[in-house]
């Protein structure tokens, strides 16, 4: 089977940085990629990892580690639109074309 | 930028009834999937479809749910007896490519479905 964890919440103030972290147990992994969901709304994609390191987009960027089983998504100058559910999800050899979205951290940015 | 539909934005139905949802995917995706959440819980996998069939379903996706493309366009999922415990946001999502995983899911608005 597969589990994902990330944190339940995390709280920051704008222009500050946070990290989300991710940890995964599956077998058969070729990638970590990060949704946002804002409340009500869909999820939306911000970024994918196949190969172990920093990929950088905008004020995001996203991290992986294969041998750790572990990646993480960094927000930078937070702003308060970036309030949001993030969530991690993996692909792997196991799911075919299937996506498995981990638990989800709820970013609360504070003026 | 082209993006995935569906309808209705929120659906009552009551419990035992039938119900319905419907999609329309970005017209040259090749990969479609239902997921489902719950208020507050994670994005749960449901089904997805390549090809005219399934590709892939969860142990949720039962002998209640099917999904159909019945024509070049739509993609609907059809639960034949509902729960209470069906209800959540149904999202309908599609995917360009079968091989690249870094081809991103895109998802629809969702329906919320309120089972009675």
């Known amino acids: 089977g597969q589990s994902l964890e990330q944190p339940s919440e995390v709280t920051a103030v704008e222009g500050a940085i946070v990290q989300i972290n991710c940890t995964y147990q599956?077998?058969?992994?070729?990638?970590l990629s990060w949704y946002q969901q804002h409340d009500g709304g869909a999820p939306t994609f911000l970024s994918y990892?196949?190969?172990?390191g920093l990929e950088e987009t905008g004020r995001f960027s996203s991290f992986l580690s294969r041998s750790d089983s572990y990646g993480y998504l960094l927000l930078q100058e937070l702003q308060m639109k970036d309030s949001a559910s993030y969530f991690c999800?993996?692909?792997?050899?196991?799911?075919?074309?299937?996506?498995?979205f981990g638990p989800g951290t709820r970013l609360s940015v504070l003026p | 930028e082209p993006e995935v539909t569906q309808t209705p934005s929120h659906q009552v139905t009551q419990m035992g009834q039938e119900v319905i949802l419907r999609c329309v995917p970005i017209?040259?995706?090749?990969?479609f999937y239902w997921y489902r959440q719950i208020l507050g819980q994670k994005v749960e996998f449901l089904v997805s479809?390549?090809?005219?069939?399934?590709?892939?379903k969860s142990e949720i996706f039962d002998d209640q749910f099917s999904v159909e493309r019945p024509d070049g366009s739509n993609f609907t999922l059809k639960i034949r007896s509902t729960k209470l415990e069906d209800s959540a946001m149904y999202f309908c999502?599609?995917?360009?490519?079968?091989?690249?995983?870094?081809?991103?899911?895109?998802f629809g608005n969702g329906t919320r479905l309120t089972v009675t």
């Open positions: 999502a599609s995917r360009r490519d079968r091989e690249s995983y870094n081809s991103p899911l895109h």
């Open positions: 599956t077998s058969g992994f070729y990638g």
């Open positions: 990892n196949g190969l172990d």
């Open positions: 999800a993996v692909t792997g050899r196991n799911y075919g074309q299937n996506f498995v």
């Open positions: 017209s040259n995706h090749l990969y």
């Open positions: 479809f390549y090809n005219n069939e399934i590709s892939e």
